[in-house]
């Protein structure tokens, strides 16, 4: 159930980024100050449900939630829980090129 309501949130948060970009521009060009106010509490939003995002995959790392592909490929049963919790992020810079 955890890592349904991280997609969920993700979900949320692209929702709340087209949203915030679309009331930007569209309120820029036409001159609408309200739309253009309305973008900083998206961004505030979007941050949110990142962040719950963030923390269920987390939680999938510490439980051990197999049933996540992300978890199947960055971590094993034996890891130690410090480890286990660091995992989100340590499967992210492996892949990165970091212009190499």
């Known amino acids: 159930m955890i890592p349904e309501i991280g997609q969920l949130a993700l ?11 679309m009331l930007g521009l ?22 949110a449900f990142v962040a719950i ?5 987390t939680t999938a ?4 939630d197999f049933t996540v592909a992300y978890v199947v490929s960055n971590s ?10 660091r995992a989100c992020g340590a499967g992210t810079k492996a892949r990165c090129s970091c212009g190499s």
């Open 53 to 57: 995002a963030f923390a269920c995959l």
């Open 26 to 47: 569209v309120g820029a060009a036409r001159g609408e100050p309200v739309w253009m106010g309305a973008t900083r509490p998206a961004a505030r939003g979007q941050f």
């Open 11 to 21: 979900a949320l948060a692209l929702c709340l980024a087209l949203a915030q970009g």
């Open 76 to 85: 094993n049963s034996a890891l130690p829980l410090q480890y286990r919790s």
């Open 61 to 64: 790392f510490v439980s051990n």
